[in-house]
């Protein structure tokens, strides 16, 4: 959702908070702000996208060397300069950047209104800012640790004062604050990526807590006054894969570092000699997971995609009762969880607030509750029992492409696990293993093709319509093809069961009204076709994703791209990347932004 990052240290901190700002972009991108707090205080904020601000700042800023930043995606409040953060207070000596819902805020608004507050902004952040102002009384961090105290909401904050201006205090709960620790300066940032360039030393700050930051130090107490001792974590960056490279978008990079993503998700992880799966993160509670009798798998957006096709995998490949959910439904529902359930939670980010209430509920309920999260140390990774990383390294496009097909390949391993201990044969065990092995090569060869998807992204990006089907493994992937153009060519687009269209979302088709079907030459192929057919008799056009080598489809369609044989629960591997290239070239035939689509966030830290 937002960004937020803080310095304070020896360097002028104005080049490193907008560096940081950049870096965090992709989470929030509406407007920004930043508030230098030494030499001469200054403040700047900007709507539209961080480089309207860089612009103002290296006109106007000062060269202080501590200072808090934030790049918004709107919650209250429309996008405007005012409603940007960071907001100071009544004095103009105080600042605060926040992410999250300060949920009691017209409450505590009328009593600061009352006691003569004044107010500039719509947003709760406001309301925040000048409730610390109001038990400011010489220490910062006493006066946040009091206006936390009466607030309902998830935050994670930065706030300085100009008569500390060299500490910036910082708090979580419910939003990620992580800070890092460099020798001559301490950073703080709600996403470990605009601490990267800075340090590798870095501490996880927790739920409730708070932590008072000066240059290279750092302490840490909780929001009732204990104070808590934590060292700092190793983490290894890679800052390259951090920029775009020689190509024009990340989305585009993103796609085509797949090969390499799912190697790496692969990577020490397969057991030949006996046909299973090594997944060491699981290993803590292997016993558990391998007496389980039911899988609920919780998920959002793209991951609750890849959550659909886990339960294919695992139905496939072992004797578990599978559902998959969305986290935003899961976490209301009303819980009677059998014994031996365990609950996966599926996530990139590993901060989006729906899905971590729904693991927290299914911790309180009893179960076992599993991780798949790319981002290392995130909130999810660290709640859950036990869990996998996804090691897709970092996903920058807002629209999620390789840690989708990591996300599939470490379900395929995690049900080839419980398989092989069931009834699941050496034999298959190791088709599975061998297909898996050979699909970074088949995605090499599948984006040799990329300049073709593009021609086809030209013949039909103009369509207000889409549909995209498939059956069975496919079906998830209809559903990911279709999301992938709504996000980023921002065409209408619905993926359905290909079965399901006769029950209804075939009165939609015309000549104008394109299906793409993913029709691979497998145990649905027939019942595919005779879907298309249905299709095809109401002139509607379609572009089928088959197998290479298939040369029955003729007349039925339009166009064909073809991708590598391989078996049918590992497809959607493949299957899902000429998707992904053709929203990419649509958004951009049609002038998108594709890397930060409008109204979206990568990270969704509110409910
Ligand atoms: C947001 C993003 C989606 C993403 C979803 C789940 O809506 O825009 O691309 O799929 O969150 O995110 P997660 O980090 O939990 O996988």
Known sequence: ??????????????????????RLEYRGYDSSGIFIANG????????????????????????????IAHTRWATHGKPSVLNAHPHGDCTGKLFLVHNGIIENYLLLKKRLLEAGHQFKSE????????????????????????????????????????????????????????LGIGEKASLAASDASALAQHTDQVVFLEDNEMASLTPGKFSITTLDNRSVSRGTTNLDWNIESMDCGSFPHYMLKEIFEQPESVENALRGRVNHSEAVAKLGGLESVQERLLNARHLIIVSCGTSYYAGLYGRYVFETLTDLTVETELASEFRYRKLNLRQGTVVLAI???????????????????????????????????????????????????????????????????????IGRSRDLSYEEGHEIIRALELVPDQIREILKQAGKIRDLAEKYCHSDHFFFVGRKFQYPIALEGALKLKEIAYIHSEGYAAGEMKHGPIALIDPKFPTLALALEDGSYERVVSNMQEIRAREGKIIAITTEGNTKLGNLVDDVVYIPRTHEAVAPLLTVVPLQLFAYYCGVLLGRDVDKPRNLAKSVTVE
């Open 1 to 22: 959702m937002c960004g937020i990052v803080a310095y304070t240290g020896d360097q002028p901190a104005k080049g490193i908070l907008i560096e940081g700002l950049k």
């Open 40 to 67: 001469a205080p200054y403040l700047a904020r900007a709507v539209g996208k961080v480089a309207e601000l860089e612009h103002q700042v290296w006109n106007s800023a000062p060269e202080g060397v501590a200072g």
């Open 123 to 178: 947003t709760d952040t406001e309301v925040l800012t000048h409730l610390v102002e109001a038990h400011y009384a010489g220490d910062l961090q006493a006066a946040v640790q009091k206006a936390l105290l009466q607030v309902q909401g998830t935050f994670g904050i930065a706030v300085m004062h100009i008569s500390q201006p060299h500490t910036v205090v910082v708090a979580r709960r419910g939003s990620p604050i992580i």
């Open 347 to 417: 996530s990139q980010s590993g901060e989006t607030a729906d899905t971590l209430a729904a693991l927290r509920e299914a911790k309180r309920k009893g179960a076992l509750v599993l991780g798949l999260v790319n981002v290392v140390g995130s909130t999810i990774a660290r709640e859950t029992h036990a869990g996998i990383y996804s090691h897709a390294g970092i996903e920058v496009g807002v629209a999620s492409t390789k840690s989708f097909t990591s996300q599939l390949t470490i379900l395929t391993l995690m049900a080839l696990l």
